[in-house]
């Protein structure tokens, strides 16, 4: 008995052995040809790696030296709750270096543009860069548009869709970032889908918590500057209100030889004045204290008040052709982000409608309905739960009177101020420490610090050569009180 268990156990261990070896060679099979595969992937062609993502198709590939650029269209749901409820084609567009490198995800939060250029982290971490057009931005608006399905839930879900795809190609690590609407859409996108992003660089993003309570903007036009520019503007202002019957025969003129009309807004006085209520903030959203000096005097002719208006507003900001292109804008600002309502007191009553809420600059047509809860539950969650987030603002403009902020429960994270500067604050205009900081969080996070930066923030810089097309760092001039 005990010989044939002894050779019974021999038996069973022969066939361990064997099935150890035939498992080995299976593995070593299988590992060898997912070695194959993978090497053929990476030796595909990128644009062929692109393309093959379902729902990915070419608009067009543009030449830049160094890089690969592509315009893209991605099908995506209407409805990300019901994906069965239909699809349209979002624009998006793609900057390919190298997919060893981390990948910017940037938004502006309204139209993309079809032309190459780099965030400023794209430069700072050397990597590719995914640039996507909001959703209901024209052309990447369904047909027919459902507008209840625009909202910052639906959008932070277009980039998690878009992310997950591009993921599997671009595996180093991702960061989110996008300046003022774009700012305020990366920190949405962290916010309900913090997994994703290995860091989030957020430019003078305002932050609308309690919509109808708006005295910090007004706190900052009594300070911004110098007296003297303030006092400056506020009196061009004034003529601009003072002169309304001359003026407005001008925007008049203008309007019929541009075949400018009214109808969103109701009537030319109710677009000039809002034009001209836009003329101190725009001033300080765009321009610098040394620009006053091209402010003209409250004695000016009614054609120098109405061009530097004009030049500083813009005449075509509430026409229905200036409003079209940004009634997604408009409709959000009235149903989730909330808008200013500053105070001008020094216009006496002057003014006869005030500041204009967005229902105004939103055709009749689309309803609207505001929810008071949505941005106090974003600014919440940033507050004690931003993780390897920064946010950067300028100290005159006046988007960044309400703006985001990190408290207990925050890891990581940052919000600086870049001094003198506008609603174009980056992260190069911070004084030397913060930038530093700045700049090493950033390649930190992206997983490409130098060892010297890793011992030594101060030695942080970036990791591409400025290229003067590339990274023109020009603001986009969107008309006043958009952010």
């Known amino acids: ?9 021999s038996l069973v261990l022969l066939i361990g052995a064997a099935s150890t070896a035939g498992a080995a060679t299976a593995a070593e099979r299988d590992s060898a040809a997912h070695q194959t595969a993978g090497a053929a992937t990476a030796s595909q062609d990128i644009k062929d790696r692109i393309l093959a993502i379902p729902g990915m198709s070419l608009i067009q590939e543009k030449p830049y030296a160094g890089y690969r650029f ?37 938004t502006g939060g309204y139209n993309v543009s079809t032309n190459a250029s780099r965030s400023e982290p794209t430069q700072i971490v050397d990597g590719n860069q995914v640039s996507l057009e909001y959703r209901y931005f024209t052309p990447s608006r369904p047909q027919p548009a459902d507008w209840s399905k625009l909202d910052i839930w639906q959008a932070a879900s277009d980039q998690h869709r878009i992310f997950s795809a591009l993921k599997k190609i671009y595996r180093a690590n991702w960061l989110a970032t996008g300046g003022s609407k774009g700012g305020m859409t990366a920190t949405y996108y962290e916010r309900y889908y913090p997994r994703d992003m290995d860091g989030v660089v957020a430019y003078v993003a305002p932050n609308d918590v309690v919509n109808k309570e708006d005295s910090a903007y007004d706190r900052f036009f009594t300070q911004v500057g110098t007296k003297e520019c303030r006092d400056k503007l506020d009196a061009v202002q004034r003529e601009a209100l003072l002169r309304r019957a001359p003026l407005e025969k001008l925007y008049k003129e203008w309007a019929e030889a541009n075949g ?8 030319l006085d109710k677009a000039y004045e809002a034009v001209v209520l836009d003329f101190v903030w725009a001033f300080w959203q765009y321009s610098l204290v040394s620009d006053c000096a091209e402010i003209p005097a409250a004695t000016a002719s009614d054609q120098e008040i109405y061009d530097i208006v004009d030049q500083i507003s813009g005449a075509s900001a509430y026409t229905d052709q200036g409003l079209e292109q940004y009634t997604p804008y408009y409709y959000q600002a009235g149903t989730q982000l909330g ?14 409608y005030g500041y204009q809420p967005p229902r105004n600059f939103v055709p009749r047509d689309i309803p609207m309905k505001f929810d008071p809860r949505v941005m106090p539950d974003v600014d919440n969650w940033v507050r004690h739960h931003a993780d390897h987030m920064l946010f950067v603002y300028g100290q005159n403009d006046p988007w960044g009177s309400e703006r985001f902020r990190v408290g207990h429960g925050a890891r990581d994270s940052y919000v600086f101020t870049a001094p003198g500067a506008n609603h174009g604050a980056n992260v190069a205009g911070l004084v030397a420490d913060q930038k530093a900081k700045a700049t090493a969080r950033i390649l930190d996070w992206a997983g490409v610090a130098p060892a010297a930066v890793q011992q030594d923030e101060a030695k942080a810089k970036p990791l591409a050569r400025f290229d003067a097309k590339l990274d023109a760092r020009n603001i986009e001039r969107e008309p006043a009180l958009r952010p």
């Open 339 to 352: 808008s200013p309502d500053i105070k001008q007191p020094y216009l006496g009553n002057l003014s006869r």
């Open 70 to 106: 592509f315009v893209l269209n991605y099908t995506q749901p209407i409805d990300h709750r019901h994906p069965s409820k239909g699809t349209f084609q979002q624009r998006l567009t793609l900057l390919h270096k190298d997919t060893s490198r981390p990948t910017v995800f940037f």
């Open 260 to 267: 400018a009309t009214f109808t969103t807004v109701g009537t």
């Open 1 to 9: 008995m005990r010989k044939a268990l002894r050779w019974l156990l």
